[in-house]
């Protein structure tokens, strides 16, 4: 057995031989999608902070309010003494935005995602899960004991195959996806994935960490297929992204909402939310109900960035430009970097082997005029360069 540390030193060199490595930056992120990193000031094209929430005065106030009044945590886990009644306001409004009898909030989307499955399905039963599905859907379902059976991204005709060849002998089954794919910024086909799931006797969960606030009307992908909401039992997401601040949730009927209190491992023990973070996400959500301008903007400056650049149309305000090659795709960002731009360089085991790739979000306070340039550069100096 090797030491430790050569141990680490080993795995690490393969990394970054690789390409792999991942090494942290120390970026300040300020107002209106711009950051300073090292000492420069660039603009930030790889924020999930869709409305700009995160520097929001009513959102900063709301939670320097909360921090006077309550303090900086919660104490204990929601169930012993880390109840804040914020939470009950906060979860009353998230099910009211997604259409469902009631909600729950975990610390982390991550948390939420492995805290739900394993809760709802264990040996014995299937889960259904897109193979783009993001990383702690499918440490939910490893972790939840059921059989996993993997469909490839969005073939319905697939989806369908295993549901046919799998469903039948398990005894309970879930069907899990992203709604809006954090990586490609496509959406799942849902309302197929509603009538599958009904078809084969499957509760459908959707991740829609990157739909509330900027798709359907800020509702998320359960609108974003017309007005009519669709019947989706499980909707869970963050208030990471377009709320911007912290915190994950889960919408869905109250049965199934008192049963996670009871049995979901993430929830029962780990320590409730700072009453700050509940504080900040209901000033949040009050602005993403409100302001219906706002919440079009990411999407449409994502749609000029592509119709300048010359991509096909964007569906979220996630766009991604497949490089293919990791040590490109890192040479591209600094590329963007050296051009004032921030634009993060996402590489497998994120992405699949060989779709290394820039992914760009939009947010709705970047400057038409940056996002012309930033579409500029790219178009001539990275979309056509590997097209020849
Ligand atoms: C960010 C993200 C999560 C995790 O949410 P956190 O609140 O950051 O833990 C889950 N699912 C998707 C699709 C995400 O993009």
């Not at 000031?41 to 929001?56: A, K, R, T």
């Not at 320097?64 to 003494?81: C, D, K, N, P």
């Not at 259409?99 to 040996?123: E, H, K, M, Q, R």
């Not at 490109?328 to 590489?347: C, K, P």
Request: a negative charge; one cysteine or more.
């Amino acid at each position: 057995m090797p030491s430790l540390n050569d141990f680490a030193s080993t795995k690490l060199e393969n990394l970054t031989a690789r390409g792999q490595r991942r090494e942290l930056t120390d970026t300040a992120r300020k107002a209106a999608g711009t950051a300073v990193r090292g000492n420069r000031d660039v603009i930030s094209f790889c924020c999930n902070d869709y409305l700009n929430l995160s520097q929001h005065p009513a959102v900063k106030r709301a939670a320097q309010a909360a921090v006077e009044e309550f303090g900086v945590g919660s104490g204990a886990s929601r169930l012993v003494t880390g109840n804040h009644p914020l939470f009950a306001q906060l979860e009353t409004r998230l099910a009211r935005l997604k259409g469902t009898d009631a909600a729950l909030v975990f610390g982390a989307g991550y948390l939420a995602n492995t805290g739900i499955i394993p809760s709802l399905v264990g040996a014995g039963d299937v889960v259904f899960a897109d193979e783009l599905s993001h990383a702690c859907l499918m440490s939910g379902a490893r972790m939840s004991d059921a059989q996993v059976h993997v469909f490839r991204h969005n073939d319905m005709a697939h989806l369908e195959e295993l549901l046919t060849a799998h469903r039948g002998s398990a005894r309970n089954a879930l069907m899990v996806t992203d709604g809006v794919f954090s990586m490609d910024g496509d959406l799942a086909p849902l309302p197929q994935m509603v009538t599958l799931a009904n078809d084969h006797e499957t509760w459908l969960m959707t991740d829609d960490a990157h739909g509330l606030g900027v798709i359907g009307g800020g509702h998320g992908s359960t609108r974003a297929f017309g007005d009519v909401p669709l019947d989706i039992p499980l909707q869970m997401g963050t208030l990471s992204k377009a709320v911007g601040g912290f915190g994950g949730y889960v919408c869905a009927s109250q049965p199934v909402i008192d049963l996670l209190k009871s049995r979901a491992r993430t929830f029962v023990y780990s320590t409730g939310l700072p009453p700050a973070n509940a504080a900040a996400a209901i000033a949040a959500l009050e602005i993403i109900e409100s302001d219906t301008d706002l919440i079009e903007k990411p999407a449409s400056n994502a749609a000029q960035f592509c119709r300048e650049a010359g991509l096909p149309a964007p569906q979220s305000p996630i766009v991604p430009v497949i490089i293919g090659d990791e040590r490109e795709a890192l040479a591209a960002s600094q590329m963007l970097l050296d051009e004032g731009y921030l634009v993060t360089a996402i590489r497998p085991p994120t992405v699949p082997a060989g779709t290394a790739r820039l992914r760009l979000t939009f947010m709705a306070e970047h400057d038409p005029e940056d996002i012309s340039r930033l579409a500029e550069i790219i178009r001539e100096r990275i979309i056509r360069r590997s097209a020849a």
